[in-house]
């Protein structure tokens, strides 16, 4: 296993265009997450799966943002009608469901909206 | 509400000495984790060290230990015997419970080793 992926790693968009970022988590890992990251900042969690079920959206940034991980393998994360304010790196984690567990991350979308 | 507090935007040490980022944090949970992470110049983020909350004994990784003050709430890294490859952002974070061990990051430390 080479870890967890994303895809792509670079996307620069137009305003108002709709985007879909790609994450191939780990594949024993049950969870997996969605943070944002802005520059000069940690990164922000947005949303988690376990397994194919999305238990917890309501931190997504608004009703533009959606993601979704159909049979609980990979993960989408859609964008639409982006704003120059979605600029930023958008980080994919995956890990096993113990409370301590080491989450490991992808290398990241950075996202540019011009 | 969880917080994670880095007081250190930035930060520069001398290669082979020692340097300690300094975290606190703010938890309302019983048990808890805390972590740091590093994130080098346009790589992924790793983890460093964690620290479960009821253990007492300061988690140790090789060249990183942490100073865990429970009843303080803070959680600082200590770094010994630095090196060039250390040079990355560095993130403490709490784990959420409450959102399926989501972290709850601070703002991040930059640590610059220089020769």
């Known amino acids: 296993d080479t870890g967890v992926s994303q895809d792509p790693r670079h996307k620069i968009t137009k305003r108002g265009q709709n985007v879909t970022f790609r994450c191939d988590p780990i594949?024993?890992?049950?969870?997996l997450y969605w943070y944002r990251q802005t520059l000069g900042q940690g990164p922000e969690f947005l949303t988690y799966?376990?397994?194919?079920?999305?238990?917890?959206k309501s931190r997504l940034l608004s009703n533009r943002f959606s993601a979704e991980r159909p049979k609980g393998s990979f993960s989408t994360l859609e964008i639409q009608r982006t704003e120059q304010g979605d600029s930023a790196m958008y980080l994919c984690?995956?890990?096993?469901?113990?409370?301590?567990?080491?989450?490991?991350f992808g290398q990241g979308t950075r996202l540019t909206v011009v | 509400a969880q917080t994670v507090t880095q007081s250190q935007p930035e930060m520069s040490v001398q290669e082979a000495e020692t340097v300690t980022l300094s975290c606190t944090y703010d938890t309302s949970e019983s048990n808890y984790y805390l972590f740091w992470y590093k994130q080098p110049p346009s790589r992924q983020m790793i983890l460093v060290i964690r620290?479960?909350?009821?253990?007492?004994q300061n988690a140790t990784e090789n060249r990183f230990s942490v100073n865990f003050q429970k009843a303080a709430k803070s959680f600082s890294l200590k770094i010994s015997d630095s090196q060039l490859g250390d040079t990355a952002m560095y993130f403490c974070a709490s784990i959420n419970s409450n959102s399926g061990y989501a972290l709850n990051f601070g703002k991040g430390t930059s640590l610059l080793v220089t020769p």
């Open positions: 799966f376990q397994n194919e079920a999305q238990l917890e």
């Open positions: 594949s024993e890992h049950n969870r």
């Open positions: 984690a995956s890990r096993t469901g113990q409370g301590g567990a080491e989450a490991f």
């Open positions: 620290q479960e909350a009821y253990k007492q």
